[in-house]
């Protein structure tokens, strides 16, 4: 599972946590999120997302 970043927040979005406040179960990954997903702290798009390295 990955980790994905906000390049205009921060905000991580973890597929091995999801969002379930938001509807997103747990092991939801990245390319699996609807299309219109916004980050749930600025807005974003999905294209304002990085993947990160642990």
Do not use: Q
């Not at 205009?8 to 406040?21: K, N, S, T």
């Not at 990245?30 to 642990?54: H, T, V």
């Amino acid at each position: 599972m990955k980790r994905y970043m906000c390049v205009i927040c921060g905000f991580i979005y973890d597929e091995a946590a999801g969002l379930p406040e938001h509807g997103i179960p747990p092991g939801t990954a990245f390319e699996d999120l609807p299309l219109n997903w916004k980050c749930p702290d600025c807005g974003a798009s999905r294209e304002d997302f990085e993947p990160i390295d642990d």
